[in-house]
């Protein structure tokens, strides 16, 4: 290894000759001939074994002979996270994107609808098919079970609205939900604490 390091070092960074892929495949390269030559491994092929069956997992040492004095255990104590309840509604705000996630469960209890629309109050987002003429309806896209929709204004509305803090986090989950009937639609109420 200490030759390939000194090979290495006498390789200025600004020589045309190779580029850093090749390199570093020239670098492996030398590892794996420098592990064959101190080693003298045997890589051949299955193949290459005249109709010989070889079983790489097979030992030949039984397993009771196995001394475990050496190893250390894994001794863990960490308490039990608790279950929580399933989130309804997730405002995610990272670096790879803006978007606002709808459970399948709420999907499915505002009967699929293709558009939405979301009204704010002090405590509480309300979704549901038709709020009203003064709303905008929002489009989902399926991502999995889920029902995305990439508003970045919505976000930012929403993060502006209940003051949510992404400094620590990419998102916020709520789970409480309750559901009304408005002219003959559900609307879900999800409570923000």
Known sequence: MDNM??????????????????????????????????????????????????????????????????????ICEQPGRALRQSGVISVVNSKNGVRVALSKELIERLSHPKTIQIGFSDHLIAISENLGDRYTSYTMQKSGSKSIIYRSKLVKQITEKYRLDFSNRTSVTFTEVSYKSLGGKIVALISVK
């Open 5 to 74: 390091t000194d090979l290495v070092e006498k390789i200025e960074p600004e020589d045309d000759l190779f580029d850093q892929d090749e390199l570093e495949l020239r670098e492996v390269d030398m590892e794996l001939n420098e592990l064959n030559d101190e080693d003298d491994l045997d890589l051949a092929e299955p193949n290459d074994l005249d109709g010989e069956e070889v079983d790489r997992n097979e030992s030949s040492e039984d397993i009771d002979s196995l001394d475990l004095s050496e190893f250390t255990p894994s």
